[in-house]
């Protein structure tokens, strides 16, 4: 059973503003991982950490940042969000032997 | 071209079917691979995972692997309405810091 949270599960807000989604995990695991997924698409990776300290960008572009400070805890912010940052934002995390991710159940968010 | 192809479906099937859900992959490196169940507007959840080649049982799941044909596979014994998700298929190669790479994803629909 995988223990990964995410905060807060649906968010609407409006243009501008800047949003931070939280993201823990209780398994101890090294890699944590940040996907953006529209209704019915792909799932994209936008970043990545395999360590405190350590975080890079994923195959996606995108204008939100993200910090790791404790192993436990991945969150990402978006200083000044618009409508296309609306979205399905899904947070994983892996063990360091298979990768096999564990997702948490992700944060709708919609920006008006 | 992807490296990871899966067909996006919907695959529509009859309660009680046996289901074949199928991926295919272009790099020989790839040594775990994993099938993922996600229901709409939730995470996906990590169903089964197999290291290189071979078979893996677990209730009415089968996963196959294939590596000579690049080739895997997700079965689903007595299928039920429940099933009805969208399934991905993942793969990463061996050794540490290695990315996952998602399938798009086959939409399942169980008609009872």
């Known amino acids: 059973e995988a223990d990964i949270y995410q905060t807060p599960r649906y968010l609407v807000i409006g243009t501008g503003k800047k949003i931070t989604l939280e993201c823990s995990q209780t398994m101890g695991h090294d890699k944590m991982y940040w996907y953006q997924q529209d209704p019915g698409m792909e799932l994209h990776l936008i970043h990545y950490s395999y360590g405190v300290n350590s975080t890079e960008k994923g195959d996606l572009s995108s204008e939100s940042t993200v910090s790791r400070i404790r192993t436990e805890h991945f969150p990402l912010t978006l200083e000044s969000a618009r409508p296309s940052h609306t979205s399905q934002y899904l947070c994983?995390?892996?063990?360091?032997?298979?990768?096999?991710?564990?997702f948490g159940p992700g944060t709708r968010l919609t920006v008006l | 071209q992807k490296e990871v192809e899966q067909d996006p479906g919907p695959l529509s099937v009859p309660e009680g079917a046996i289901v074949s859900l199928n991926c295919t992959y272009s790099n020989s490196a790839f040594q775990y691979f994993m099938w993922y169940r996600q229901y709409s507007r939730k995470g996906p959840e990590l169903l089964m995972y197999?290291?290189?080649?071979g078979n893996k049982e677990d209730g009415r799941f089968t996963a196959q692997v294939d590596k000579s044909s690049k080739y895997i596979s997700l079965f689903i014994r007595d299928s039920q309405p429940s099933d009805s998700a969208t399934y991905l298929c993942?793969?990463?190669?061996?050794?540490?810091?290695?990315?996952?790479?998602f399938g798009i994803g086959t939409k399942l629909q169980v008609i009872p």
């Open positions: 993942a793969m990463t190669k061996s050794g540490g810091y290695q990315k996952v790479t």
């Open positions: 197999t290291y290189s080649s």
């Open positions: 994983a995390s892996s063990d360091s032997t298979t990768d096999t991710q564990y």
